[in-house]
């Protein structure tokens, strides 16, 4: 149960202002996603549908680090791939995927993929992640493997194939790729990417040191019931989202 006294996702009084609010949430986990070392070179986006033209979305430049993306840097993109604001190119990969997650989801506002340290070497094992921790329960029966890499994503037939995997379910595994994580809001896909990370991270590690302990399911399902919900993954990005921009409120220009 939410508790009465919690901050509540907001409420928007026009268009104008619901598409600002994903513009600056989306800066804002480009820089988070940089100071979590989730950059490798050129690789790596998140996406936040407008809310007014449902067909297209707000991304990164290509080529652009992601600790320097600002509001006004952010690409539109509508459903031809075609660059409607801005003036840089979009990355065709991020396309490929994200147009079909986005088609496939209506509920999706938002999906997130990186070539995170952590995550890229756990999907190298073409494994779920097992539910080790609290914090990893968010994903229990909730994720799901694309066991079929076959290069670099840059035809729309392979992101429909990510998004008849990935399902009804928060994150995807991309063997031999990544994580991609997605969610309701902005807030939402970005804390389930940094999470997911972690969790990689901290089974890479326990079963590096031993045999790890794992959640029985009934304590799993339980579990992910208390901390794998839309709100729990809104609200934790709450507190990251305040540090990154009392730290560098140039994001939001």
Same mark, same amino acid.
């Given at each position: 149960m939410i508790q009465p006294n919690l901050p509540q996702p907001p409420v928007f009084g026009s268009v104008q202002e619901e598409r600002l609010h994903r513009q600056q949430r989306l800066a804002a986990a480009f820089r988070l996603f940089a100071r979590y070392g989730f950059d490798e070179g050129v690789a790596g986006h998140i996406t936040a549908r407008d809310p007014e033209l449902i067909d297209h979305f707000w991304v990164n430049p290509f080529g652009m680090y992601f600790g320097h993306i600002r509001v006004s840097d952010l690409l539109l993109v509508?459903?031809?791939g075609e660059v409607v604001k801005g003036d840089r190119p979009v990355n065709a990969a991020a396309f490929a995927i994200h147009s079909q997650i986005h088609q496939a989801r209506p509920d999706v506002v938002?999906? @997130?993929?990186a070539h995170s340290l952590y995550g890229k070497t756990w999907a190298s094992l073409g494994r779920l992640l097992d539910p080790i921790t609290q914090d990893a329960c968010s994903f229990y029966e909730d994720h799901a493997l694309f066991d079929d890499y076959t290069?670099?994503?840059l035809d729309t037939s392979e992101g429909q194939r990510i998004g008849t995997i990935l399902g009804e379910r928060k @994150?995807?595994?991309l063997r031999?790729?990544?994580l991609l994580t997605v969610g309701h809001s902005v807030d939402e896909a970005a804390w389930w990417f940094i999470t997911m990370d972690r969790s990689c991270q901290t089974?890479?590690?326990a079963e590096a040191a031993g045999k790890p302990v794992v959640i029985p399911h009934e304590v799993a399902q339980l579990t992910f019931s208390q901390v794998g919900s839309h709100y729990m993954g809104w609200f934790s990005f709450q507190?990251?989202?305040d540090k990154i921009v009392r730290e560098?409120?140039?994001l939001l220009e």
């Open positions: 509508n459903h031809k938002a999906a @997130a993929h290069g670099v994503v @994150a995807a595994i031999n790729h990544g089974q890479l590690a507190s990251l989202y560098e409120p140039d």
